[in-house]
């Protein structure tokens, strides 16, 4: 079992940045790759980023490019996402995921464990 609690969302005004952090415990970090989802009321949980077990290869949805930045810290299990320049249509709840694959996925059924999500809200 892997074990995984998001935290750092919260209101934001449009062009402003925050960094939502996603702490685990349980298994060996390393041994998972990680994404983060999100999911606006009444949407489906959609792709953001994801990121390889070592940190060297990245993945993101078209919509987030060269405005998030995922990154993990493999000594402090921790994985983050860095969000810039956020529009009202990024707010969301985020929720972290681990999966066990070698190869990067953007499927949220491919993922084995979630945590519970953190609340982001970006004002226009």
């Known amino acids: 079992q892997v074990q995984l609690v998001e935290s750092g969302g919260g209101l934001v005004q449009a062009g402003g940045s925050l960094r939502l952090s996603c702490a685990a415990s349980?298994?060996?970090?390393?041994?998972?790759?990680m994404g983060w989802f999100r999911q606006a009321p009444g949407q489906e949980r959609e792709f953001v980023a994801t990121?390889?077990?070592?940190?060297?290869?990245?993945l993101y949805a078209d919509f987030v490019k060269g405005r998030f930045t995922i990154s993990r810290d493999n000594a402090k299990n921790t994985v983050y996402l860095q969000m810039n320049s956020l529009k009202p249509e990024d707010t969301a709840v985020y929720y972290c995921?681990?999966?066990?694959?070698?190869?990067?996925?953007?499927?949220?059924?491919?993922?084995?464990?979630w945590g519970q999500g953190t609340q982001v809200t970006v004002s226009s």
């Open positions: 995921a681990a999966e066990s694959s070698v190869v990067l996925t953007k499927r949220s059924d491919r993922y084995d464990y």
């Open positions: 349980g298994r060996t970090f390393g041994n998972y790759a």
């Open positions: 990121i390889s077990r070592s940190g060297g290869t990245t």
